[in-house]
């Protein structure tokens, strides 16, 4: 199994312009999860889905934030403005229904924002 | 809402001895899981160990084991024979059982083997 899948490892980007980050997760798993990883805030979670349906987006920061998950293999994080704060490592995870609980990570996205 | 809370910014161990990481938590839930993810520098994250709350038996993977106390809130991850390669960040989560399946982690715990 490939594992899970982000795309880019790293983006270097302009205050005020939009970044799309994007994630595959594990085959046959039905739990996407979005976190964030900041020196100031440790790790959060930002979104997380199940069956593609958003269940929790209580840590998303802003309107500036959004998710979306179209299909099973398939996410997307979009910042839009994006501002030099949101520079951070972000994760996607997903877990699957036969293990709930584990939930197996990308490698990261870090983002820079200047 | 849980808090998890790991006291120890930073620890180091020489090579082939035993660490002890230390984990607290907060919640007023009876069934719940814990973990222990290492990040190492290549910044993955790395599932080590999990523990249900309502199972009594102490976890253990290998070299890696924890020592969980529920009435105390307390879960700590031993890890015997150090290796240069346990050289991570180690991060202390807890998730609910039955509802919000986020991870809540503490801030980490700097881990440095050394030769």
């Known amino acids: 199994d490939a594992g899970v899948i982000q795309s880019p490892r790293h983006e270097v980007t302009e205050m005020g312009q939009e970044v799309t980050l994007r994630c595959k997760p594990i085959s046959g798993h039905n739990s996407l999860f979005w976190y964030r990883q900041t020196m100031m805030r440790g790790l959060e979670l930002l979104i997380y889905?199940?069956?593609?349906?958003?269940?929790?987006d209580s840590g998303m920061p802003e309107d500036r934030f959004s998710a979306k998950m179209p299909n099973a293999s398939f996410s997307t994080l979009k910042i839009q403005p994006s501002e030099p704060r949101d520079s951070a490592v972000y994760f996607c995870?997903?877990?699957?229904?036969?293990?709930?609980?584990?939930?197996?990570f990308g490698p990261g996205t870090r983002l820079t924002v200047t | 809402a849980q808090t998890v809370t790991q006291s120890q910014p930073e620890m180091s161990v020489q090579e082939a001895e035993t660490v002890t990481l230390s984990c607290t938590y907060d919640t007023s839930e009876s069934n719940y899981y814990l973990f222990w993810y290492k990040q190492p520098p290549s910044r993955q994250m790395i599932l080590v160990i999990r523990q249900e709350a309502y199972k009594q038996q102490n976890a253990t993977e290998n070299r890696f084991s924890v020592n969980f106390q529920k009435a105390a809130k307390s879960f700590s991850l031993k890890i015997s024979d150090s290796q240069l390669g346990d050289t991570a960040m180690y991060f202390c989560a807890f998730m609910s059982v039955g509802g919000s399946e986020k991870l809540v982690f503490g801030k980490g715990t700097k881990l440095t083997v050394n030769p």
């Open positions: 995870a997903s877990s699957g229904r036969a293990l709930r609980s584990e939930q197996y």
């Open positions: 889905f199940n069956n593609n349906v958003p269940i929790d």
